[in-house]
């Protein structure tokens, strides 16, 4: 996790990366505003946070830790019944059909982390470690960037786009 952390903080470092990171955080205050019932999306997305509850970011910090307390828990109850500890190659064996099990888990986790957010202290207690992480992987955006990104939401959602919106035909 700290590897992972640290190589995110590294990356944010360069420009490209960083601007890539104001478009992540342009997709979750357009999202913000859209889920508060906006119309105008890019207009009413400037005052949103680009933190977002339910972001990637936070699955792939959900799946990090869920992977260590699983896998440390099949890797002890091996241990206990084996009465040895198995080599790297074998753990790997059945590690990775776990993985679909590890990542249903932390995506249940973040849905009820998200679902009770306003009335539960666990759940945002769960949701922290993820909104930490996504302080190096968003920036709040500049307003051409929230409007790509209005753009890119309203046409995923089904959605006509903005009157003014430019969209490239190739």
């Known amino acids: 996790v700290i590897a992972f952390v640290l190589y995110i903080a590294g990356i944010s470092l360069m420009p490209d990366i960083r601007r890539v990171f104001m478009y ?4 979750h205050q357009v999202i ?3 889920e508060n019932g906006s119309e105008a999306l890019s207009s009413d997305a400037d005052s949103n946070s680009p933190l977002h509850p339910r972001c990637g970011t936070s ?4 799946v990090m830790i869920i992977s260590i307390i699983c896998y440390t828990i099949i890797d002890s109850l ?20 776990m993985i679909p099990l590890v990542m249903g888990i932390s995506y249940e986790v973040l849905k009820a ?27 709040k955006a500049t307003p051409e960037m929230l ?20 969209i490239a035909e190739d």
């Open 24 to 27: 992540h955080g342009a997709e």
């Open 32 to 34: 913000h505003a859209w």
């Open 59 to 62: 699955f792939l910090m959900y």
């Open 78 to 97: 091996v241990y206990l019944f084996t009465g040895v500890s198995p080599a790297a190659h074998w753990r790997v064996l059945y590690h990775l059909p």
């Open 113 to 139: 982390a998200d679902r009770h957010l306003e009335t539960s202290a666990l759940a945002r207690f769960l949701s922290k470690p993820g909104l930490w992480l996504q302080h190096l992987t968003t920036r």
């Open 147 to 166: 409007e790509v990104a209005e753009t890119a939401a309203r046409m995923a959602l089904g959605m006509e786009p903005a009157e003014n919106a430019e």
